[in-house]
């Protein structure tokens, strides 16, 4: 509908961002990082409302940590967030995160910088530049007399320069600001400046409705011009909120599809107990088939699988050769692994007729229990570290001790 800015393309685990790419949406997550089970729930909510991307603060110790449980099994790519410490950096690295964010602003000494960029470069992973106009370089805001456009575009273009100096490209940018002009000025300069993917956002938007106005406002425009290859609409509130805003946005430009179906699929790990592509794709054709209008999700293992997704209408979890369906994260019935599909299907097209609440109420009395003891064997043949996340916690400590 609008022709798009043409750019170098970047990988995000396994989501492109840039080079004609779909616009991607992005949202943070609230929780505290070291929360791992807190957080990878609130990060399957915002992956079904509609999130290609997740960031999460890395902003201790214990975050990076947090990380390293929290990558593996997420359903989709994790960005860590850094301020001020360089070494936070390489530990989210080393806890597996897909990418990383920058502010210039606050990680200044270029040899820190450098330190980060290399490890990115070696590991094979992408950078974004975040630019705040409230936490820009006193350096640069003085020079310029303020925190102008041309400011906060020379602020990325001199972190673009210390990356170049170690071969470093694989790089999103951000110029955010929270006045909705010097956003787009900002957007405009950098657009007509590198040819790098650009991430598109208003900062410190507020609560709805002034900070969906003033987020809509901002890059509405910016999209409508062409510029822009993923956005992260940021509000005071839920961030499902704005997961879903962002991707309302995006269908009400013409720029992503409309779904009926949000089918959310975990990434399968350690702990994996089914070849979960092979199921997410049996059982999205049939949901998609008969237009089922739900949030399905597919799980590998019932370990993890019915709290980490519990904010889906409905889903399935692999163990012990049986399938554990669920709705809103409570196990309604256990049927024999070969037949997941189809009693997903059944199921979705119950919570339809009835509703949750009724299917709820119909849950297989002794469903829980034969759940819990399913969950308990498994931990006890699997062990408690199926990801193997405690080995990388230890050369997390030695980075950040
Ligand atoms: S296999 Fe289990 S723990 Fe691993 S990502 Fe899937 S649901 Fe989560």
Do not use: W
């Not at 041309?150 to 940018?173: P, W």
């Amino acid at each position: 509908m609008f022709e798009r800015r043409l750019t170098r393309q970047i990988l995000v685990g396994d989501v492109p961002v840039g080079g004609g790419a779909p616009i991607t949406v992005q949202s943070m997550t609230t929780t505290k990082t070291a929360d791992v089970e807190g957080t990878l729930a609130q990060i399957y909510a915002l992956a079904g409302a509609g999130a290609d991307i997740v960031r999460c603060t890395c902003n201790d110790p214990e975050a990076a940590e947090g990380l390293a449980e929290i990558v593996p099994r997420s359903p989709v790519p994790i960005v860590a967030d850094i301020h001020f410490q360089y070494r936070l950096a390489l530990a989210a690295i080393e806890a597996g995160v897909q990418a990383l964010r920058l502010n210039p602003g606050n990680i200044r000494k270029r040899d820190h910088i450098q330190t980060v960029a290399q490890e990115a470069k070696d590991r094979g992973l992408p950078i974004r530049i975040g630019v705040n106009a409230g936490s820009l370089d006193p350096e640069i805001a003085e020079r310029h007399g303020g925190a102008t456009p041309e400011a906060l575009v020379e602020s990325a273009t001199r972190e673009l320069a210390y990356f170049a100096e170690v071969g470093f490209d694989d790089v999103k940018i951000s110029v955010k600001a929270s006045s909705v002009h010097l956003m787009i000025d900002a957007y405009r300069l950098l657009a007509d400046t590198v040819d790098h993917p650009l991430h598109l956002g208003v900062t410190e938007a507020g609560p709805p409705p002034q900070g969906l106005i003033k987020s809509v406002a901002g890059i509405g425009t910016l999209l409508s011009e062409g510029i822009g290859d993923t956005i992260r609409l940021s509000l005071t509130a839920d961030p499902v909120e704005e997961a879903r805003a962002g991707r309302t946005l995006l269908e009400a430009l013409g720029l992503r599809e409309r779904k009926g179906l949000d089918l959310i699929a975990c990434p399968s790990c350690g702990r994996a107990e089914v070849d979960v592509i092979a199921v997410a794709q049996k059982a999205q054709a049939a949901l998609e088939e008969r237009q089922i209008p739900l949030q399905v999700a597919v799980m590998g293992c019932v370990v993890n699988g019915p709290g980490e997704a519990r904010e889906a209408d409905l889903g399935i979890a692999a163990g012990r050769a049986k399938g554990h369906l669920f709705v809103k994260g409570q196990v309604v019935r256990v049927v024999p692994e070969g037949e997941m599909v189809e009693a997903l299907l059944h199921e979705a097209e119950r919570i339809v007729e009835e509703g949750v609440e009724a299917r709820l109420a119909a849950a297989d009395a002794h469903a829980a229990e034969e759940a819990d003891a399913d969950r308990a064997a498994l931990l006890e043949s699997q062990g408690a570290d199926a990801n193997r996340a405690e080995e990388r916690k230890v050369h997390i400590r030695e980075i950040t001790g």
